[in-house]
């Protein structure tokens, strides 16, 4: 059996062998082509210089588009061919390290990155299902620069950027999974949204998730459309205009106060673009009719949930264009803060609603393995840890 299960409460824990990739696997794997970020021209100009015929390019690439990546499952090709592959290509830029299914259905993924420098590197990933959408959660950086004290990802530091290969091959490896145990009838087991809301923050790592985004959307790739895609990010404004400028995909922004002071400790990059160059911004990016800008907002006990937070978020928000999302605080071991109670959150929702603001409360999916994002890999650290010390 290739992974071990463990059943805790309901939840089913597999943790995958060799978590870091052999030396041999990094040399391979440095500056190589990436095979999830690869177009069909450029695959068709590759199998050309190894005098394949060009139909093997989209041979490759259906496979890949099913979430194969290794060239030994790839059946119709030859045995030079497969082997070109490992030679030249990195087919597999993520290794699966740990998986967790919750009672919901939701799926939680730790992957390690396989390239020189950065190898065993980890991040996660989230597949979240429901009765007619499946929803996959990328990360975009190992570990963030940002810094905002609620979240467990900022507090540990930058290590890496992701490639868009990287990126990519975390929506192919849960497609694999998916493919291979799907999920109930009664829930979605096809991935049809991607949000950029796992670890990292994805406009600080421009070029990959531009990139990424352009792959996602391409039609010989996984063909998503716009429409299904979302970008979140705590507000860096040079590079959402970018953004809106050459994929003007969905957007959700880290609000999480509308008031400046508090929102400079909360989300600092708020001391580098205020809450009025965030709305200038706001107001320029280009959303289609049927479509809306999407405000974080994480609900703080006695830090952003008052009275003058909820008038200043009245203020704030533009309801023609603008919806709020009010999200439950997930704590983290040594986190600062306390989430507000449910029943607060639904005062503070009302009165956003009363107002004539669209306002939803984020339903917690998969709360029994949840912990916001970075919880799962640093648990992960902290088991691989415990074995070598033991
Ligand atoms: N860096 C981007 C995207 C990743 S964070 C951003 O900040 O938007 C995705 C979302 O999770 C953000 O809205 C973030 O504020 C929120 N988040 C981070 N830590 C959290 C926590 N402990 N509980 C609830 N939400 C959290
Ligand atoms: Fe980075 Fe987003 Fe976490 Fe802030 S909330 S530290 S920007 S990942």
Sequence with gaps: MPYSTIGIEGIETRSYPEPLASDTMRRMNSDKRQLPAMKLDELQA?????????????QILDWRNKGVLSPDAMKNISSDLRQKLKDEICCEPLKLIRRECSVDGTRKYVFALTRMRAAGKMIESVFIPEEKRGTVCISSQVGCVFDCPFCHTGTQGFEANLTAGEIIAQVLAIKADLHAEPLPDE?????????YMGMG??????????????????KDGL???????????????????????VYPVNLAIS????????????????????????????NAYSIGKQRHITLEYVLLDQTNDQDEDVQALIRFVNPERERVNLIQFNPYPGSPYAGTSK??????????????????????????????CGQLKADTKADSNADTKG
């Design 223 to 245: 063909n998503i459309s716009r429409r299904r895609i979302t970008v979140s990010t705590s507000g860096l404004i040079p590079q959402i205009q970018r953004l809106g400028a």
């Design 46 to 58: 590759l199998v050309a210089t190894w005098k394949q015929p060009k139909f093997r390019a989209r």
């Design 255 to 282: 609000l999480h106060s509308a008031i400046d002071d508090k929102r400079d400790t909360l989300v600092p990059i708020n001391r580098k673009y205020s809450l009025q160059a965030l709305r200038a911004c706001l």
């Design 187 to 195: 829930l979605h087991s096809d991935i049809t949204h991607i949000v």
């Design 201 to 218: 923050e994805p406009m600080a790592n421009e070029d990959a998730v531009l990139s990424s985004i352009g792959l996602l959307m391409d």
């Design 343 to 372: 029943q607060n959150m639904k005062v503070f929702a009302q009165w956003l609603i009363s107002k004539g603001i669209r306002a939803t409360v984020r339903r917690s999916r998969g709360d029994d393995i949840m912990a916001a």
